[in-house]
């Protein structure tokens, strides 16, 4: 009679879990929502003690290797950088990080390679926090703007860079040019994303859509695009030398999800930093890390890689 009516209470706190956990989706209603969203989990630390300096995934290798989390969210700035061939470029060099978060990246391409770094985010608190963790030798500043709407005039960098912000914009082809118009001609532009599957190719079925309405809703994502359909869409703007050149990085970046689940185990001091509070709002993300593990392991979703260089005038 005890192990049933553990059960029963046991299913009560799950099923209490999930009901609150579909009840309180942060989706997506304007730029303002992304940005409280962004201030919140600054101002209470917990994403930064968790994953550190870098709010985006880790590159581990093709095959994957068993890496620390937070190196692997460095060595991912380093791959994009081996990648995008910006470790050609000299110092001095001027880039746009776009969606910099608390400005990891930003410091790794001002520090390691030389490069004047502007970094920008649509949250204050992220922007508050960069400063705060930057020594005044990098040149690198950080300002709230809108990559919707950038405030710099045309061609204002060498490089425009961004990792991981592309889902947060509801308007794909309004975001594609605006990264390509701050650019200068035969200027590089660098973009990491979330994409999903390519859906005019193969339509979703039931449980992707279901899936996918869960990622959108949980952390204000208005809605994905494809690494085609991006890639087409920066085509689009006549803005492009040539053609976009594409990766997929599922592979190397899949181990980040359980990685970040893992880091709640393996550091237990978050539990005494943060108590009981944080320790739910903790766990409530877990179902939404594990949708994301899910979409990227069963090819619902990619992890995207894009390349472009400004053409020296305007074809479109």
């Not at 303002?32 to 590159?59: K, N, P, R």
């Not at 770094?117 to 949250?123: A, K, M």
């Not at 992220?126 to 950038?150: H, I, N, W």
């Amino acid at each position: 009679m005890s192990l049933l009516f553990g059960f029963t209470i046991l299913l009560a706190l799950l099923t209490a879990g999930i009901v609150l956990y579909l009840l309180t989706a942060r989706r997506y209603q304007s730029a303002d929502s992304v940005a409280q969203s962004y201030d919140q989990w600054t101002e209470d630390g917990i994403l930064e003690f968790y994953w550190g300096e870098h709010i985006h995934l880790g590159h581990y290798g093709c095959p994957p290797q068993r890496k620390d989390f937070l190196a692997a969210k460095s060595d991912f700035v380093h791959e994009m950088v081996r990648w995008g061939g910006l470790d050609q470029l000299p110092a001095g060099t001027t880039v746009l990080d776009v969606g910099c978060g608390i400005g990891g990246s930003s410091r790794i391409l001002a520090r390691d390679y030389g490069f004047k770094v502007t970094g920008i985010t649509i949250s204050p608190e992220q922007v508050k926090r960069a400063q705060q963790l930057t020594p005044p030798e990098l040149d690198v500043q950080f300002r709230v703007d809108d990559a919707m709407a950038l405030s710099f005039p045309e061609a204002s960098f060498d490089v425009v860079w961004s990792i991981e912000a592309g889902p947060h914009m509801p308007d794909k082809a309004i975001f594609a040019k605006e990264l390509l118009r701050v650019l200068k001609p035969g200027g590089i532009l660098v973009v990491a994303d979330w994409n999903q599957r390519d859906a005019r190719q193969t339509p979703l079925n039931s449980w992707e859509r279901v899936v996918m309405q869960q990622l959108l809703d949980q952390w204000s994502h208005p809605a994905f695009a494809s690494i085609e359909e991006f890639s087409e869409l920066l085509e689009a703007t006549g803005l492009v030398e040539g053609h976009v050149t594409t990766a997929d990085w599922t592979e190397p970046t899949l181990p980040s999800w359980l990685d970040s689940i893992w880091q709640g185990i393996a550091r237990p001091a978050g539990l005494i930093k943060f108590g009981l509070p944080g320790l739910i709002k903790s766990l409530r993300e877990v179902p939404t890390l594990l949708l994301m593990r899910l979409a990227f392991g069963t090819g619902l979703c990619r992890f995207g890689m894009f390349r472009a260089v400004r053409a020296n005038s305007h074809s479109g």
